[in-house]
Nanobody, 117 residues
Framework: QAQLVESGGGLVQPGGSLTLSCAAS????????MGWYRQAPGKQRELVAS???????AYADSVKGRFTISRDNAKTTVTLQMTSLKPEDTADYYC???????????WGRGTLVTVSS
């Protein structure tokens, strides 16, 4: 029953901005650490940004200063605000949830971000 659903992907020009959202259901959201991963064609999946259940954030070096992750526990959503986008940001972006005391982890199906002129 647990489910993560991403939205907000699309085509954007270099230097532009885009915001991704992840809606979670079927989990006790406020207990979970949330993250955004991305995977470009032919490349490994990488962690882009994370936010803990306490609200602490962390970012990959490649996106520091450009991306911002946030969460809304009342709405059970996590958001990734992306600015100054580069062609190398092009990838499928996935929402992820994990909890220290759970054996299960959860993934969304992904949303495609394409940065191109």
């Amino acid at each position: 029953q647990a489910q993560l659903v991403e939205s907000g992907g699309g085509l954007v020009q270099p230097g532009g901005s885009l915001t991704l959202s992840c809606a979670a259901s079927g989990i006790n959201f406020r207990l979970y650490n949330m993250g955004w991963y991305r995977q470009a064609p032919g490349k490994q999946r990488e962690l882009v940004a994370s936010i803990s259940s306490r609200g602490s954030t962390a970012y990959a070096d490649s996106v520091k200063g450009r991306f911002t992750i946030s969460r809304d526990n009342a709405k059970t959503t996590v958001t990734l605000q992306m600015t100054s986008l580069k062609p190398e940001d092009t990838a499928d972006y996935y929402c992820h949830a994990d909890y220290r005391y759970s054996t299960a982890v959860y993934w969304g199906r992904g949303t495609l971000v394409t940065v191109s002129s």
